[in-house]
């Protein structure tokens, strides 16, 4: 399996560097590349305040390249999307020790490499392409139970665990600043490369009966294949408005096998009568209201979900104000707190960044 990870890991990388180097090699097309890296630094202190408030310090590296080749008849189109970030932070005011409290604020890869042909000249804006993308992150996540000295960790997440590596051949219009690709015949596999996650029964789908023996590590699954259906929609476009840059995508996946796994039956129960699907601790909605609902409903529920959207205003050549928002919905996903199967992130700041581009502006 670490040989797999590291096969993916060099074919990406790869992709990434290939556009850059064989620029001036290659004939009969044209490259278009952008890399940007960036820095944002945040920082709070709070002391004696009459308001309140936790002091803290978030340092987030971020990367987004894109490495585009074009052709007459077909398209090569590359995206990482890279992000990192810790916040130090003082949880007790009471505390004149500040910053001692160090949780993750961001971890994200996010690789694409999408190839699109045109067979047919009288549609130019039709065709067909095929698409690899992968997502994990880059380190281990936990969730978090009480301050200071009586703070407690449980792991929820690390790398590879889970990731995501999604395969589509898909029917596709696209246009220069946006697409949409509709395939029937996609396949998404789910890794949990982590023992310890799948005993803690953090499966994110990979084990699906009801029952598995957590104390013979021999039987774990690590990866779920799955094959069905999937909608991508994205849109990247520099000044949409004066130096305002906007990037979108949503991504729907639908599993075939999904529906036998859910389980819309009295074995969607755990021994204790409750369900194993929840939507969330608050909503008023009970799973059996859920069960009696119609087809298309239970579809919805069943489908996988993630929309993202960044907006970048350039104040000057390197620094720049940002928002971010990302929303998956993913059944497999029990969630922390009370949030069932959302998962939500939004960030905003400024940041220094950098971006070499070619051809240049």
Avoid at 49 to 58: A, E, K, L, R
Avoid at 64 to 80: E, L, V
Avoid at 324 to 339: H, Q, V, Y
Wanted: hydrophobic share 35%.
């Amino acid at each position: 399996m670490k040989r797999i990870i590291t096969t993916l890991c060099a074919a990406f990388t790869m992709a990434a560097i290939m556009p850059a180097t064989a620029q001036e090699n290659t004939t009969g097309g044209t490259w278009s590349t952008s890399s940007t890296p960036a820095l944002k630094i945040s920082e709070f202190l709070f002391n004696n305040w009459s308001s309140t408030g936790n002091s803290q310090i978030d340092i987030t590296g971020t990367f987004f390249g894109n490495y585009k080749y074009t052709h007459s008849r077909y398209i090569w189109d590359n995206i990482a999307d890279l992000a990192y970030g810790y916040a130090w932070q003082n949880l007790d005011p009471n505390d004149d020790t500040y910053f001692e409290t160090r949780r993750k604020s961001n971890d994200k890869i996010d690789l694409t490499s999408a190839l699109s042909w045109k067979p047919f000249s009288s549609l130019p804006d039709w065709g067909a392409s095929f698409t690899v993308n992968l997502k994990t992150q880059f380190g281990s996540g936990y969730e978090y139970t009480g301050t200071g000295s009586s703070q407690t960790q449980t792991l929820v997440s690390s790398f590879f665990a889970p990731a995501y590596l999604t395969t589509a051949l898909s029917f596709e219009y696209k246009k220069p600043d946006w697409s949409v690709s509709f395939s029937f015949l996609t396949g998404k596999t789910t890794f949990v490369i982590n023992d310890e996650l799948i005993a803690d029964e953090r499966f994110y789908g990979v084990i699906q009966p009801d029952n598995f023996d957590k104390t013979n590590s021999s039987t774990f699954t690590h990866a779920y294949f799955a094959l069905g259906s999937y909608i991508k929609a994205q849109y990247l476009k520099k000044d949409i408005l004066p130096s305002l840059d906007l990037y979108a995508r949503l991504e729907l996946f639908y599993d075939y096998k999904k529906p036998s796994n859910m389980a819309w039956n009295d074995d969607a129960l755990t021994m204790e009568g409750e369900s194993k699907y929840t939507l969330s601790d608050s909503d008023d909605e009970s799973w059996e209201d859920l069960a009696k609902k119609g087809w298309l409903a239970r579809r919805a529920f069943e489908t996988d979900l993630d929309f993202e959207v960044k907006l970048d205003y350039r104040f000057s050549k390197h620094i720049a104000a940002n928002f971010a928002l990302n929303l998956k919905w993913d059944t497999d996903f029990s969630g922390m707190g009370s949030w069932g199967h959302w998962q939500i992130y939004q960030m905003a700041g400024v940041q220094i960044f950098f971006s070499w581009k070619t051809p240049k502006d």
